[in-house]
């Protein structure tokens, strides 16, 4: 599952993990309550998560995720990378924390390693 | 009276009464009065017979023997008789003239009875025979005295006696010669004289005896020589000589000699003290003409300095105040040559008003009575102009205390007048700037650390009375420890000024007033003392806050606006680039793709540290040393060829530093971002310690440095202000080729 309020940039890593076989992108998300929704909604391996939402923190999620997809991986996937937002993030449970400027190829190995629980090789 | 007088024929002795040199007086012996007086008792004793026939016998008696006299009377007036009545002695006594003149009298006292009776009463009478003596009794004791100084002179002063032969050999000598010469006379009759004398004085010798020679008879010549003694001393005889060769008896030569050694000796020591004296007169009186001398010589200077000297006006005055004579000193000061002015009245020289008001009369017999009058007042020149004058007057006196006149010396202090009133003019107004002053302004001692003088505005911010301040110690409304307040005292008393921008004080109800503080040194009634001016930075403070609050929201809008779209835009456009550089294989694109996917990179991490860098308030209560940390790592990712390490000494405060904390981390930030830009180092190392009570961050590089001369910019100034703020210091070490070296010290901050 996808959460980012960046429209463009979520269609965008959804349509490049699309191009991967064994990745699906089962929900999408652009805020904290649809995000809510769709997690209740759907079983997903591994939830890509964007801090910034425009009705509050992507941290708030993680419980939620906890919750209804109790094997899930969390991928914080973030621009800012400022501590206390990545320090939140580490205490609410997230598994993995990325710079959203991170090239498509180490998110698909990243997203591909927390989806298997196992760590893969990074792929470009 | 006269009735009682008797006749001589009275009493039988007719005119030979009055024949008689013997004067003849009757006395009644009960009244005492003079009965009968003869011609030769006027002669003796002055009164003629009218004025003695009046008079008391007894006036005749000196006063020292009329008591006896009285009682003599008396007892032949009772019984007849008497001891000198009857003894018909001659008796020799004092009587008194008519002068006054006291006479000797020879006197001779008989009873004489009347051939009859005058009434009937038995009468007695005394008749005294009297006869002067007075000059006989004068040649007598003449005769008497000569003779006894005779004796004397022979007995006493005349020692020695010797007879020689016309050769001069000693035929007699008298035995007194060996009290004198140590010889018996027998030792020395038939020798020669000559043998005795002193060389030197044989020649005189033999020459006075010649001269004795040639005087035959008692014509003595004067001798003197010296003779020696057995003993062989020198003894000085002298005396004198007589030829007496040809006196049947003597039939010699007769000497009378003395020892006059110990007159001699006595003569010379006197002869020698006087030279002496005299000498020493001389020496006295040579000394005495030197001092004189000086002291005219010191009269003149003194006369010459009196006339000389050019800042005191010296002049004299009569007692009326006419000046008598006038220095040069009182020329330049009022403007009068001496000839204009001798003769006037001092007065010309008092303002106008001053002379109306007596001033001039008063300034006189103040100085006449109390011996100085002293004052200060306003003088007038020759010219009209005034000048302020300071001086005194005195009186000149004569030996007897008759005042002669006055002696006046002034002085112009109009320079010092003026000075004295600037001076104090600036103080009053200085005293009213302070007191005035809403600042609060305080002295402390910068020795005692106890506080001098404050200002009302103190008293008010502080809450006490100036009583109350007056005497304690800086301490005590000081709200920093004692070491803190010690620190600021010491600095602030090496380097003469100090600014500090934010203390904390205590009222006297216990509550903190926050304020900044401008101390200096001065030197104040010879102490070292600081004057401090505090003022009460609440309301700026207020207001900082809320510019910080207001900054900082703008930031949080202006970070969350780049983060939230800008940075957001710029991760979708390289995403989106970086999906496309893998579809572009092979197309010739894909290079330029991924250099500018690489420069969109390094644009959205500067961002990002822009976006961090004005969100840094909010990681204000995070611990210091973390946050530096963060920035290390940041920077760290931005770092192109060069290593950044962070060194935190072990200790280290694990607090947060609030507000400050995010100030010192700007000034890091700040050092960083010159580092990356401008070094061109290797290797930054980055380094945080604690050094009593200090906070000494220190970032270092091994880069090609500058020239601090040179250097310019506003990151420089303003990471100086920045630390100033805090209450510390920033410098900075570098040289061309050596690197650079920030090293930043502020008081630790408290956590806040």
Redesign the interface.
């Known amino acids: 599952m996808l959460v980012d ?2 429209a ?2 979520r269609r ?2 959804a ?2 993990l699309h191009r991967h076989s064994d990745l699906e992108v089962v929900a999408e998300a652009g805020s904290l309550a649809e995000a809510r929704n769709r997690t209740a909604a759907v079983r997903c391996d591994v939830v890509v998560l964007d801090l ?1 939402l425009p009705d509050g923190n992507g941290v708030d999620l993680i419980e939620d995720v906890r919750e209804s997809n109790a094997g899930a991986a969390v991928l914080i996937l973030s ?6 937002n990545l320090e939140r993030a580490t205490e609410a449970g997230a598994d993995e924390i990325l710079d ?2 991170a ?3 180490e ?1 698909v190995t990243t997203i591909r390693r927390l989806g298997t629980g196992e760590p893969t090789t990074r792929q470009e | 009276m006269s009735d009682q007088a008797l006749r001589p024929q009275d009493l039988g002795i007719g005119d030979l009464f009055e024949r008689v040199r013997d004067a003849v007086i009757v006395a009644d012996a009960h009244t005492g009065r003079i009965v009968l007086w003869n011609s030769a008792a006027t002669e003796i004793f002055g009164y003629s017979v009218p004025e003695a026939l009046e008079m008391n016998v007894e006036e005749l008696v000196p006063e020292r023997l009329r008591e006896r006299h009285r009682d003599g009377l008396a007892r032949y007036r009772e019984t007849g008789h008497g001891p000198y009545i009857d003894s018909h002695r001659l008796l020799e006594l004092p009587a008194m003239r008519n002068t006054g003149e006291e006479i000797r009298i020879e006197l001779s006292l008989s009873p004489v009875e009347p051939r009859y009776s005058v009434g009937d009463e038995e009468k007695r009478y005394a008749l005294a025979i009297v006869r002067d003596i007075t000059a006989r009794k004068g040649t007598e004791e003449a005769l008497r005295e000569s003779e006894a100084r005779f004796h004397a002179l022979v007995q006493n002063a005349l020692d020695i006696v010797m007879v020689t032969d016309a050769q001069g050999t000693i035929r007699y000598i008298s035995p007194s010669i060996e009290r004198v010469l140590g010889y018996r006379p027998e030792e020395m009759v038939g020798t020669s004289t000559a043998g005795y004398v002193h060389a030197d004085d044989l020649e005189r010798a033999l020459g006075e005896l010649a001269e004795a020679a040639s005087r035959p008879g008692v014509h003595p010549v004067a001798v003197e020589t010296r003779v020696r003694h057995k003993d062989g001393s020198w003894r000085h005889l002298e005396g004198i000589a007589n030829n007496l060769l040809d006196d049947p008896v003597v039939g010699g030569m007769v000497f009378n000699h003395r020892d006059v050694t110990e007159r001699k000796r006595a003569e010379d020591e006197v002869r020698r003290l006087n030279e002496d004296l005299e000498n020493r007169v001389e020496e006295r009186t040579a000394r005495l003409e030197t001092a004189l001398a000086e002291l005219r010589a010191s009269e003149e200077r003194h006369r010459l300095l009196v006339d000389n000297v050019e800042d005191y006006a010296i002049f004299m005055m009569d007692p009326n105040g006419r000046v008598l004579d006038w220095n040069v000193g009182a020329e330049r000061i009022f403007g009068y040559r001496e000839a204009e002015i001798v003769g006037e009245s001092s007065s010309i020289l008092f303002t106008p008003e001053d002379s109306r008001d007596g001033a001039p009369e008063r300034e006189l017999s103040k100085a006449d009575k109390e011996g100085r009058a002293e004052d200060e007042r306003w003088h007038v020149r020759k010219d009209g102009s005034t000048f302020w004058a300071s001086g005194f007057v005195r009186p000149i006196r004569d030996d007897v205390g008759n005042l002669r006149g006055f002696a006046k010396v002034a002085r112009d202090i109009t320079e010092r007048k003026r000075a004295e009133e600037a001076l104090s003019q600036s103080e009053e107004r200085y005293r009213a700037v302070v007191k005035q002053s809403t600042d609060g302004i305080y002295l402390v001692d910068g020795k005692t650390r106890r506080i001098l003088e404050t200002n009302p505005a103190l008293q008010n911010m502080l809450g006490y009375s100036a009583q109350e301040l007056q005497g304690m110690e800086l301490h005590e409304i000081v709200a920093h420890d004692r070491e803190d307040v010690e620190a600021n005292i010491r600095r602030t008393l090496r380097e003469g000024w100090r600014f500090i921008r934010e203390r904390r004080y205590r009222r006297k109800d216990g509550s903190a007033v926050d304020v900044e503080v401008v101390a200096s040194a001065i030197h104040y009634g010879g102490k070292r003392v600081i004057c401090a001016a505090i003022r009460d930075i609440t309301e700026r403070k207020r207001a900082e806050e809320v510019m910080r609050e207001t900054r900082e929201a703008e930031r949080r809008r202006i970070a969350r606006d780049l983060h939230d779209d800008v940075l957001q835009d710029l991760s979708y456009t390289a995403a989106a680039l970086g999906m496309i550089v893998l579809d572009a294989e092979r197309t010739g694109l894909e290079d330029e793709l991924q250099k500018a996917i690489d420069a969109l990179r390094r644009a959205a991490q500067g961002l990002r540290a822009a976006v961090n860098d004005l969100r840094l308030e909010e990681e204000r209560n995070r611990p210091f040393a973390e946050l530096v940390r963060y920035l290390v790592e940041g920077n760290r990712a931005r770092a192109q060829g060069y290593g950044i390490r962070l060194e935190v000494e072990e200790g280290f405060p694990a607090t947060p530093f609030g507000y400050a904390g995010v100030e010192l981390l700007r000034i890091i930030h700040e050092a960083l971002t010159n580092v990356r830009r401008h070094s061109g180092a290797e290797s930054v190392l980055v380094s945080l310690r604690g050094e009593g009570g200090y906070l000494i961050a220190e970032i270092s590089d091994d880069g090609r440095g500058f020239e601090l001369a040179t250097a310019s910019g506003v990151g420089l100034s303003s990471m100086r202000e920045r630390a100033a703020a805090l209450g510390g210091e920033l410098e900075i070490e570098s040289e061309a080729g050596q690197g650079t070296t920030v090293h930043l010290r502020v008081p630790l901050p408290e956590k806040g």
Do not use: M, N, V
């Open positions: 309020d960046h463009d940039f965008l890593i349509a490049w910034g621009a800012s990378l400022h501590p206390t959203k400027l090239s498509p190829g998110i």
